[in-house]
Each structure stands twice: as structure tokens, then as C-alpha cells.
């Protein structure tokens, strides 16, 4: 079918987004098409904005529409604490909690032998650098508790002993719990209950 | 964070269609900045070559990329055999199956006291017109085994008797069933045992 073929490949295309599949994606691009003046269309530019304009912080590793990221160069958050998460909605999950108010370094996910993630294919080096160039007083490592993440903790924490003062989150945060399923009281009670290493 | 809005933006657009909440329409989000290149701008594309080029066709309801859909404007279609849908997903269901080789109408819904739905607000009229104006034999009522879909098939059937022969859909349609939610085989079952009204 020639003519179907335009909204086959809409469908094909929203049927590889994580947490979608066939029948979702059919049931999306239907409801996008009979609302395609107010929904379809308007969801497209926003696309394509947001195409043109998501950039990786050069500093942290975040997502955002600068150079440098809106939470780098606020001048209003504290300069001298320093959270590091793996990824960017983990950073997200920390912003909704409202409870933080120093910055960010996004790793961009965890060590891993099976998948030959090594420190260099993650920005710890770059990490490194930060402490080493900043004015950081204490790197908070709010990384999953799962195994990957407290490898990476503890090869973070390898890196800057002695450097900075360590901490992680700590209470709250369940076994094999992953940042951005917790709800912002957890996340509270966790970065208000961090234990030093 | 005024960067971060456009992205904002984008997370709450896709977080209102349907099968996606809020959380993964972040992890949607994130997954297409990510890969903006080759996943984002192209998504972004297509939409907006559906949302300029899909419309409604003219004479069963279906959705197309021209007035009159590449189903009915097919000569090899069979023009005496007329499949009545609910909604256009009902109708790629069938087609799925690949067992039909008529022509489809879709009602866009189905009859609903409590929504107030009527016959006026379905394609049902078009539906009588259709009957009475191209050379159908046969009409098969293929809605959903749903209280609404047989309210709507009863309907139908009275409208129709004596003008047209009618069948439903019967074996392999489970009670409560929707027609999106079956594999081809209980689709293509379904539709060889057809029993006349
Ligand atoms: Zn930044
Ligand atoms: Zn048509």
C-alpha cells in the first residue's frame, strides 16, 4: 500500500523508542494523526527544535540547549559540591527531589568488563579534572545500587581518596535500586542521610 | 531552568500519548537527543510529512496519504465484499491477517448511550449510503466482541436486513475480545467461519 507507506514508517520509527513496541506505536500515530493539527504537527517542531538545539554540557556531561549547561552556570548553586550520577535522568530524578542545590558530573553510565566500558569510555577522566581544577569540597557519588554502579563508586573513590571529601547516598535507597524509580521523599531522605566513605 | 524547557516541552508532549507516562517519555527523550543524528531529526521528519500528507479517506474513514485510500481505490479489491471496523487499528489488524481481499468501512467508534454517541456521529450514514449505492453483496459486521461493538453490530443489521446479505465475524473471537489485541490466526479464523445474520 504506497500511501500508507509515509505513516508505516512513523510507526516502525516510534516503535523502537525505548518502552514502546508495535501495537503502542500504532496506537500513538493513530491518536497523533487525528489530532494532527494539535497534536501531530506541534509535536514534530518540538522535535526538530529540540534536534537542533540538545547539546552535552561540555562541563558535566548533562543535556540542555548551551554549551554549558543551565545548572554549570547557575550562579546560585553551590560550587563546592560536587554529585555524580550516571546518567542524565538519574541528574533529572536528583532535580525533581528539589533537594540539592550543588552541581552535577554526568558519568554517562557505569564501568563494565562484559561490555569493555573502561574509565576513559565514561567522563571520569574528566571528573578527575574537575576536582583537580575546581573548588570542590566534597563529591557526593549518588550512583545505582546496583553491582556495576558500586563498581563504579568504588573506582571513583579509588581515584580521589585524599583528594576531596567522599560521600555517598546512603539511606533510603533500596538494594538494586536505580535513582530514577524513587520517589523524591526517598531521594531526600537518601542525600540528607549520606554517610562519608 | 531555561535551556532545559524545550526539552521539558518535548517530555510533556510525548507523555501524553497514549501507552506512555511521564517516566518513559524521559527515557524517550533521552534516548533520541542521544542519538539526534540518526534517530531524533528523522523522527521529527517523518512526522511532519504525516502531519502535512495523512487525511481521512473520503469513503470508508480510513486513514491514507490521499482523499480516497489505496484500499478502495484498489481495483483488485473485491467491490461486492464490505468489512465493517470499528476504528482504522481494527482495520491494520485485518489486513495483518492478509485472509481479506474486500473493501473496509470504519465507523470511527462505536454507539454509546452514556457518551451520547449516535449513529450521526459514526460513519454510520455514509455506511447506508454505501450499500445502497455500490454494488455490495455481502456486509461483514467485524466489530469488537465488546457490549458497545454488538450494540452497535445490532444496530447495523437493523438497518440493513433485507437490503444486503450480513455476517459477523464468530469462531476465535474471545468474549470481551478486541480485534488490535489478536494474532492473524485467530483473525483468519475467524473470518473463514463467518456466519451469516
Ligand atoms: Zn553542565
Ligand atoms: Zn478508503
Same mark, same amino acid.
Given at each position: 500500500?504506497?500511501?500508507?507507506?509515509?505513516?508505516?514508517?512513523?510507526?516502525?520509527?516510534?516503535?523502537?523508542?525505548?518502552?514502546?513496541?508495535?501495537?503502542?506505536?500504532?496506537?500513538?500515530?493513530?491518536?497523533?494523526?487525528?489530532?494532527?493539527?494539535?497534536?501531530?504537527?506541534?509535536?514534530?517542531?518540538?522535535?526538530?527544535?529540540?534536534?537542533?538545539?540538545?547539546?552535552?554540557?561540555?562541563?558535566?556531561?548533562?543535556?540542555?540547549?548551551?554549551?554549558?549547561?543551565?545548572?554549570?552556570?547557575?550562579?546560585?548553586?553551590?560550587?563546592?559540591?560536587?554529585?555524580?550520577?550516571?546518567?542524565?535522568?538519574?541528574?533529572? =530524578?536528583?532535580?525533581?527531589?528539589?533537594?540539592?542545590?550543588?552541581? %552535577?558530573?554526568?558519568? $554517562?553510565?557505569?564501568?563494565? *568488563? !562484559?561490555? /569493555?566500558?573502561?574509565?576513559?569510555?565514561?567522563?571520569?577522566?574528566?571528573?578527575?579534572?574537575?576536582?583537580?581544577?575546581?573548588?570542590?569540597?566534597?563529591?557526593?557519588?549518588?550512583?545505582?545500587?546496583?553491582?556495576?554502579?558500586?563498581?563504579?563508586?568504588?573506582?571513583?573513590?579509588?581515584?580521589?581518596?585524599?583528594?576531596?571529601?567522599?560521600?555517598?547516598? =546512603?539511606?533510603?535507597?533500596?538494594?538494586?535500586?536505580?535513582?530514577? %524509580?524513587?520517589?523524591? $521523599?526517598?531521594?531526600?531522605? *537518601? !542525600?540528607? /542521610?549520606?554517610?562519608?566513605?
Amino acid at each position: 500500500m504506497a500511501g500508507r507507506s509515509e505513516i508505516d514508517a512513523l510507526i516502525e520509527m516510534m516503535a523502537k523508542l525505548p518502552g514502546l513496541g508495535p501495537r503502542s506505536a500504532r496506537r500513538a500515530v493513530l491518536h497523533l494523526i487525528r489530532k494532527r493539527a494539535v497534536l501531530l504537527q506541534p509535536l514534530a517542531e518540538q522535535m526538530e527544535t529540540v534536534a537542533r538545539t540538545a547539546r552535552e554540557c561540555l562541563n558535566c556531561g548533562s543535556v540542555g540547549t548551551s554549551d554549558i549547561c543551565e545548572i554549570c552556570s547557575d550562579e546560585a548553586r553551590a560550587t563546592g559540591l560536587l554529585c555524580v550520577v550516571e546518567d542524565v535522568a538519574d541528574l533529572w =530524578a536528583m532535580e525533581r527531589s528539589g533537594v540539592f542545590k550543588g552541581r %552535577y558530573h554526568v558519568l $554517562g553510565g557505569t564501568l563494565s *568488563a !562484559l561490555d /569493555a566500558i573502561g574509565p576513559e569510555e565514561l567522563h571520569i577522566p574528566k571528573l578527575l579534572d574537575r576536582v583537580a581544577g575546581e573548588e570542590i569540597e566534597e563529591v557526593i557519588l549518588a550512583l545505582n545500587a546496583t553491582i556495576d554502579g558500586q563498581t563504579t563508586a568504588h573506582y571513583i573513590a579509588d581515584q580521589l581518596e585524599g583528594r576531596v571529601r567522599l560521600s555517598s547516598l =546512603a539511606q533510603g535507597v533500596p538494594i538494586g535500586g536505580e535513582l530514577d %524509580y524513587l520517589d523524591d $521523599g526517598t531521594i531526600t531522605a *537518601a !542525600l540528607n /542521610a549520606r554517610k562519608s566513605l
